[in-house]
C-alpha cells in the first residue's frame, strides 16, 4: 500500500493551500475531492484578497502573508492574481471618519494605504456616483483573482511542480487511526493512508465526524451575489468596497469612533439581511455584484431557502445603482455562495491524536487568509 505524509480531504482554498505548505516542506500529499472540482465557497466569492478588511489580529497578519504567497505562485503561472488594489468609499461623515482612523491603524502596521480626496476619488473611480463619495482609502498591494480559474491553476501548479497526487469525486465517509496510521475510507469502500490527515470540509458536516460538526457551534451563511453582462466600455480596475463594507468589515471596528457612528433609518433592512456592496470586475468585462447574509445552525442550514430571493437582490441593485454609475444593469447570472463559520469570526480546529487535523469555518475570508492561515497550520501539524 502506498502511505502518504498527508491527505488533505476538501480541495477548496484551504485544502488546497494546506496542500501547498506541506508540499514546500518536501511531503508527500493526497489531496482527495468529493466533486469533480471544488464547487462551493472558493469559486463562487468575488474574488477579493482583502487584508484591509481583516481583524487587526493574527487574520490580518495572515493576509498580509497570502498576499506574498499569492505573489509567489503568479510568478510562476498565471493564477489571475492581479495587484490592482482595494477602493473603500465613505458615503457620509461617519464612514469618512472611519476611513481617516484607519488609515492611522494601518500606518502603524506598516501596510501602505493612501487617503483619497474627493477629486482624487473621482479621478481613479469616474464612474462613482458623484452624490455618493466623501472619501476614500486605497490600499495598492491587494490583489483581485478570477474565483472559478484562480484554485484550479494553484492545482494545477502543485501537480505538475511538485507532485501533489489529486483524486476527485470521491467522497470520504470515515477518517480513523490505526496501529499509528491514519485510514481514510470513500464511499466506495477505496482505501488511503498517510500519517496525518487535514480535513478542510468547507460546510459538508454530514460525512465525516457529523457529531463533532452539530456540536460545534457553527452557522453556514448564504450569501446572494450576480454578474452583468460583460461591459467591454467600462474598466473597473482592483476591488471596490462601499460605505455599507465600511460598517461591516473587522478592521473598521477596531476604529476608535466606530461605537459611536449612527445608523440611517435606511439602512435598517440592509443590516438586516447583512447587506453592503461589493464590485469586482472579471477578466470577461462583467462585473460581479453584492452581496447579502443569512445565517443558520449546522443542524438547520437546510432552512436557507435554495430560491433565490429577488426581494434581497433588489436592495442589492438599489444601493448599487446609488453608487455606481454604468451603461445598463443588465443581470447575467444570480446565484447563492454558501460557506460555514464560527460564532466569534476566528476558524474552527480540531485535532485527533495529533494525527487528524480538522480547520474549517473560515468564513468569508478563505480567500483572503487561507494561504496564510495554512502556512501556520501546516507547521503545527508536522510539529507533533
Not at 451563511?221 to 465600511?246: A, C, E, R
Not at 426581494?311 to 455606481?324: F, G, P, T, V, Y
Request: with cysteine; net charge neutral.
Amino acid at each position: 500500500m502506498k502511505k502518504y505524509d498527508l491527505i488533505v480531504v476538501g480541495a477548496g482554498n484551504l485544502g488546497t493551500f494546506h496542500a501547498y505548505h506541506a508540499l514546500q516542506m518536501g511531503k508527500s500529499v493526497l489531496m482527495i475531492e468529493k466533486d469533480s472540482e471544488p464547487m462551493e465557497a472558493t469559486v463562487r466569492n468575488f474574488g477579493q484578497v482583502v487584508p484591509s478588511g481583516q481583524a487587526l489580529d493574527t487574520w490580518f497578519e495572515y493576509g498580509r502573508r497570502s498576499l506574498e504567497i499569492y505573489q509567489s505562485l503568479q510568478d510562476l503561472t498565471d493564477i489571475t492574481a492581479r495587484k490592482n488594489g482595494s477602493y473603500y468609499f465613505a458615503s457620509d461623515d461617519d464612514e469618512a471618519k472611519l476611513l481617516e482612523e484607519a488609515r492611522a491603524l494601518f500606518k502603524i502596521r506598516g501596510y501602505a494605504c493612501e487617503l483619497m480626496n474627493r477629486k482624487v476619488c473621482f479621478e481613479r473611480m469616474p464612474m462613482l456616483q458623484n452624490e455618493y463619495y466623501k472619501l476614500g482609502l486605497f490600499f495598492p498591494n491587494e490583489f483581485s483573482v478570477e474565483p472559478r480559474t484562480m484554485v484550479h491553476r494553484v492545482r494545477e501548479i502543485l501537480i505538475k511542480k511538485w507532485n501533489l497526487d489529486f483524486v476527485n469525486n470521491t467522497t470520504i465517509v470515515d477518517c480513523q487511526i490505526k496501529n499509528g496510521i491514519c485510514e481514510v475510507v470513500s464511499a466506495k469502500g477505496e482505501k488511503f493512508y498517510a500519517e496525518k490527515v487535514a480535513i478542510c470540509n468547507g460546510r459538508d458536516f454530514k460525512a465525516l465526524f457529523p457529531t463533532l460538526f452539530e456540536n460545534s457551534g457553527m452557522k453556514v451563511s448564504k450569501l446572494n451575489m450576480m454578474s452583468t453582462y460583460p461591459l467591454k466600455d467600462v474598466q473597473i480596475k482592483g476591488n471596490i468596497l462601499s460605505g455599507l463594507s465600511i460598517r461591516r468589515y473587522d478592521s473598521f471596528k477596531s476604529c476608535a469612533s466606530y461605537p459611536q457612528i449612527s445608523q440611517p433609518e435606511w439602512q435598517k433592512p440592509y443590516n438586516a439581511w447583512g447587506i453592503h456592496i461589493l464590485f469586482k470586475q472579471a477578466f470577461n468585462g462583467s462585473i460581479i455584484i453584492g452581496d447579502s447574509h443569512e445565517y443558520a445552525g449546522v443542524n438547520e442550514n437546510a432552512s436557507h431557502d435554495f430560491g433565490i430571493d429577488m426581494d434581497i437582490n433588489q436592495l442589492i441593485l438599489k444601493e448599487a445603482q446609488r453608487i455606481m454609475k454604468l451603461p445598463n444593469w443588465n443581470i447575467q447570472n444570480y446565484w447563492a455562495g454558501y460557506y460555514s463559520q464560527t460564532a466569534d469570526g476566528g476558524i474552527y480546529e480540531h485535532q485527533l491524536d495529533n494525527k487528524i487535523y480538522i480547520a474549517t469555518g473560515i468564513g468569508g475570508k478563505g480567500m483572503t487568509t487561507s494561504p496564510g492561515y495554512a502556512e501556520k497550520r501546516i507547521k503545527e501539524v508536522f510539529s507533533q
